[in-house]
């Protein structure tokens, strides 16, 4: 198993910046990629982010230049960095996790863009 902890949602204003924390604990060898999905009320869960074992990076096309999604191999740790941050951003984030063909998902924390 594969236990993932997020934090740093929170209420920010439009044009603010916030940044999100995965750690990964547990059996977390051969994880292929770790990343950030987000669902608003009403709406679907969609990608956000991901970043592979080897650095390779995708992002959604609507959080292209705003976003990026980093990883400290040594921490087991992913992190999304969001700036210029839109109303629409709202939503919960959920941390992923793939381990050869498991998914894994963390609690998800909430994050709010006032305009």
């Known amino acids: 198993q594969v236990q993932l902890v997020e934090s740093g949602g929170g209420l920010v204003q439009a044009g603010g910046s916030l940044r999100l924390s995965c750690a990964a604990s547990g059996i977390i060898f051969n994880i292929n990629a770790m990343g950030w999905y987000r669902q608003a009320p009403g709406k679907q869960r969609e990608l956000v982010a991901r970043?592979?074992?080897?650095?390779?990076?995708d992002y959604a096309d609507t959080v292209k230049g705003r976003f990026t999604i980093s990883r400290d191999n040594a921490k087991n740790t992913v992190y999304l960095q969001m700036n210029s941050l839109k109303p629409e951003d709202t939503a919960v984030y959920y941390c992923h996790a793939r381990r050869i063909t498991t998914n894994f998902w963390g609690q998800g924390t909430q994050v709010t863009v006032s305009s």
């Open positions: 970043i592979t074992s080897g650095g390779s990076t």
